[in-house]
T-cell receptor
Framework: KAGVTQTPRYLIKTRGQQVTLSCSPISGHRSVSWYQQTPGQGLQFLFEYFSETQRNKGNFPGRFSGRQFSNSRSEMNVSTLELGDSALYLC?????????????FGQGTRLTVV | SQQGEEDPQALSIQEGENATMNCSYKTSINNLQWYRQNSGRGLVHLILIRSNEREKHSGRLRVTLDTSKKSSSLLITASRAADTASYFCATDEGGSYIPTFGRGTSLIVHP
C-alpha cells in the first residue's frame, strides 16, 4: 500500500510569492493534517481536513490556507511568503479523525523563502 | 502551544544500551503517540497508547503511560546505531483529536 506522498520535495521561493503544496494520503484515509516544522518552533499544527471539510485549524495567519478534494488529496497554499515561512511542511493522513488512530506522515516539502 | 514536552532534549548512548525518553503533558488526553524522525525527513509512527492503557510493547520499544502524573516514557532496549533519530510524543488536547507535538528528544547511538 502506498504511503503518504508529498510534492514537491523541495521548493525555493522569493518573498511575496505564493506556493501550493500537495499531499496524497494513504488510500482510504479521509483525514489529512498539515504541520509546519522549524528548528525554533518545532512541529506546529496548521489545519486538519476530513471529508473535504476543515475540521480544525491551528494558530496561523490567514495567508495559510488549504483544501481537500473528494479523493482526499489535499493542498496547502501560502500566499505572500515571508522569510519566516521557510520550514519543513509535513502532511499526515489517518483513517479516522486525526488523533483517534495512528497518523502516517509523508516525507515533507522543504520550503525555502529567499 | 506545545502539549507534550520530551525530556531529555538530547541523549547520547552506546550501541547495546537502553534509551529512555520521557514525555509530560498538561491536560487530559484520549491517547498519546510516539514518533521517530530521521534527520529532516517525515515522521514514522511508533506506538499509540490510549488513556485507559498503562503499557504497550512493540519489538524493542516499550511505552508506559501514567495519566495521574500526566507522563509517558519510551524505552528502547538494546539500542542500535540505526535508532539515531529524534523522538517525539504527540498528545491530543482532550476532545479535539488534534495531536500536538513536543520539541522532541534527539537520540544519538554510537556504534
Amino acid at each position: 500500500k502506498a504511503g503518504v506522498t508529498q510534492t514537491p520535495r523541495y521548493l525555493i521561493k522569493t518573498r511575496g510569492q505564493q506556493v501550493t503544496l500537495s499531499c496524497s494520503p494513504i488510500s482510504g484515509h479521509r483525514s489529512v493534517s498539515w504541520y509546519q516544522q522549524t528548528p525554533g518552533q518545532g512541529l506546529q499544527f496548521l489545519f486538519e481536513y476530513f471529508s473535504e471539510t476543515q475540521r480544525n485549524k491551528g494558530n496561523f495567519p490567514g495567508r495559510f490556507s488549504g483544501r481537500q478534494f473528494s479523493n482526499s488529496r489535499s493542498e496547502m497554499n501560502v500566499s505572500t511568503l515571508e522569510l519566516g515561512d521557510s520550514a519543513l511542511y509535513l502532511c499526515a493522513s489517518s483513517l479516522e479523525r486525526q488523533g483517534g488512530t495512528e497518523a502516517f506522515f509523508g516525507q515533507g516539502t522543504r520550503l525555502t523563502v529567499v | 502551544s506545545q502539549q507534550g514536552e520530551e525530556d531529555p532534549q538530547a541523549l547520547s548512548i552506546q550501541e547495546g544500551e537502553n534509551a529512555t525518553m520521557n514525555c509530560s503533558y498538561k491536560t487530559s488526553i484520549n491517547n498519546l503517540q510516539w514518533y521517530r524522525q530521521n534527520s529532516g525527513r517525515g515522521l514514522v509512527h511508533l506506538i499509540l497508547i490510549r488513556s485507559n492503557e498503562r503499557e504497550k510493547h512493540s519489538g524493542r520499544l516499550r511505552v508506559t503511560l501514567d495519566t495521574s502524573k500526566k507522563s509517558s516514557s519510551l524505552l528502547i532496549t538494546a539500542s542500535r546505531a540505526a535508532d539515531t533519530a529524534s523522538y517525539f510524543c504527540a498528545t491530543d488536547e482532550g476532545g479535539s483529536y488534534i495531536p500536538t507535538f513536543g520539541r522532541g528528544t534527539s537520540l544519538i547511538v554510537h556504534p
